[in-house]
């Protein structure tokens, strides 16, 4: 049997939580990140200064094609893919409430 060397811990116990840890920190280690959910979260941060639209749609698609084709066992990061289809919607809504404002405001004047 395994010997811990923490003087805490009563002798000839094994701590189980401690092994436990460090098995899932191994196993976040050898997880890979989805790269859906990275290109919609990078995309959707790129939409919010540059170009909205097109990156808006682009992190929308990939942000819902890494949520639906996540695998958690083998995975990590889906919360990239949720982060980048929820700004990329906001892309979207904001560039097209800003077309639609300046198409009311060319009209306006135009009636005028």
Do not use: H
Request: proline letters at 3%; aromatic letters at 4%; charged letters at 15%.
């Amino acid at each position: 049997m395994e010997e811990d060397n923490n003087p805490i811990q009563e002798s000839g116990v094994r701590n189980e939580s401690n092994n436990y840890t460090q098995a899932s920190q191994q196993n976040m280690a050898q997880k890979r990140i989805n790269s859906c959910a990275l290109v919609s979260f990078i995309f959707s941060l790129v939409g919010l200064v540059v170009a909205g639209l097109p990156c808006g749609i682009v992190a929308t698609i990939t942000g819902i094609i890494g949520i639906a084709k996540f695998k958690p066992d083998i995975e990590k990061c889906k919360w990239m893919a949720i982060t980048g289809l929820i700004v990329g919607i906001l892309d979207i809504v904001i560039i097209i409430a800003a077309i639609v404002l300046q198409v009311a405001g060319n009209a306006n004047g135009i009636l005028r």
